[in-house]
Nanobody, 122 residues
C-alpha cells in the first residue's frame, strides 16, 4: 500500500483544513486507516483512526468535537476534516494503514504516507 497525504498548510487559529490520504496498491478496504501527528521536539502521537468497514472513528481527546475522520473506499481515500484549529495542532500529520482493526500505537501500522505540515498561527 502506498499512501499520499495532502492538504496541509498555514491557517489562522479557529480556521479549518481538510487533509486527504490517497492509497494505492493492495485492497484499501481491508486496512484500518489512522492519522498521527508529530510536533517539533515531540513524539509522534495518535490523532484519529477508522476501521476498514467505516465504523465509528476513534479520536484522541484533544481533537474530539473538532476533527472528523471519514473514508471513501470507492476512492481509496481517507479525509481528516479539522475545524476550530488551535496553535497546539501545529505538526506534521501522517496517515498510516494497518491490516485489520485500528490501533492507537504508531508501531502497529505497516504503511505510512510522507506527512503534510499543518501550521496554525496568526
Amino acid at each position: 500500500v502506498q499512501l499520499q497525504a495532502s492538504g496541509g498548510g498555514l491557517v489562522q487559529p479557529g480556521g479549518s483544513l481538510r487533509l486527504s490520504c490517497a492509497a494505492s496498491g493492495r485492497a484499501f478496504s481491508n486496512y484500518a486507516m489512522g492519522w498521527f501527528r508529530q510536533a517539533p521536539g515531540k513524539e509522534r502521537e495518535f490523532v484519529a483512526a477508522i476501521n476498514w468497514n467505516s465504523g465509528t472513528p476513534y479520536y484522541t481527546v484533544p481533537v474530539k468535537g473538532r476533527f472528523t475522520l471519514s473514508r471513501d473506499n470507492a476512492k481509496n481515500t481517507v479525509y481528516l476534516q479539522m475545524n476550530s484549529l488551535k496553535p497546539e495542532d501545529t505538526a506534521v500529520y501522517y496517515c498510516a494503514a494497518r491490516l485489520g482493526r485500528f490501533s492507537y500505537s504508531s508501531y502497529e501500522y505497516d504503511y505510512w504516507g510522507q506527512g503534510t505540515l499543518v501550521t496554525v498561527s496568526s
